[in-house]
T-cell receptor, first 111, second 115 residues
């Protein structure tokens, strides 16, 4: 069974700080997706990366897929209170249609 | 708004009972996925249907079953409920049957509380 580990589990930072969230596995994934979830709502897709080494930017968010397609990172520059939420990475398997979700990183950005 | 709808939003029931959760995918999406999210287990994939047929199965208990109807809406049936079944249940949909870049869009979830 493929597993995705996210770190850190919790992160509390001041507005304006930078942060990086990591998503790691010992297995190779065909794609890696990042979601953000707010309390009481469903996860919302932020980005999908499919090529090893791929970097995608979404405003202040930068996503990177590892060269070996086993890991990914999410970097937020100058965090804002609106970035608060649960960040989930999810890996797509080559052999099935399932998405394997990481346990998530809970981010709190204090004003 | 993702375009995926789920009903009911909240459900409170007793142990041993049976409930049905309903999901309508985004217009044009053929795949429906069901997930369970609890505090200690994270988001767990349960099952996927594509155009009416079961496509993939995760850690779904035998007490749980699902189906996708000709109009593509889906129902998740949970029976002989236990306290540990209390969780958020999410439905997601995607255009195709699952591919490297197939994006899933999640509904708002149904919060099930078993007393």
């Amino acid at each position: 069974t493929q597993l995705l580990e996210q770190s850190p589990q919790f992160l509390s930072i001041q507005e304006g700080e930078n942060l990086t969230v990591y998503c790691n596995s010992s297995s190779v994934f065909s794609s890696l997706q990042w979601y953000r979830q707010e309390p009481g709502e469903g996860p919302v897709l932020l980005v999908t990366v499919v090529t090893g080494g791929e970097v995608k930017k979404l405003k202040r968010l930068t996503f990177q897929f590892g060269d070996a397609r086993k890991d990914s990172s999410l970097h937020i520059t100058a965090a804002q209170p609106g970035d608060t939420g649960l960040y989930l990475c999810a890996g797509g398997e080559d052999s099935s249609y399932k998405l394997i979700f990481g346990s998530g990183t809970r981010l709190l950005v204090r004003p | 708004d993702s375009g995926v709808t789920q009903t009911p939003k909240h459900l409170i029931t007793a142990t041993g009972q049976r409930v049905t959760l309903r999901c309508s995918p985004r217009s044009g999406d053929l795949s429906v996925y069901w997930y369970q999210q609890s505090l200690d287990q994270g988001l767990q994939f349960l099952i996927q249907y594509y155009n009416g047929e079961e496509r993939a199965k995760g850690n779904i208990l035998e007490r749980f079953s699902a189906q996708q109807f000709p109009d593509l809406h889906s129902e998740l049936n949970l029976s002989s409920l236990e306290l540990g079944d209390s969780a958020l249940y999410f439905c997601a949909s995607s255009v195709a049957g699952g591919s490297r870049s197939d994006e899933q869009f999640f509904g708002p979830g149904t919060r099930l509380t078993v007393l």
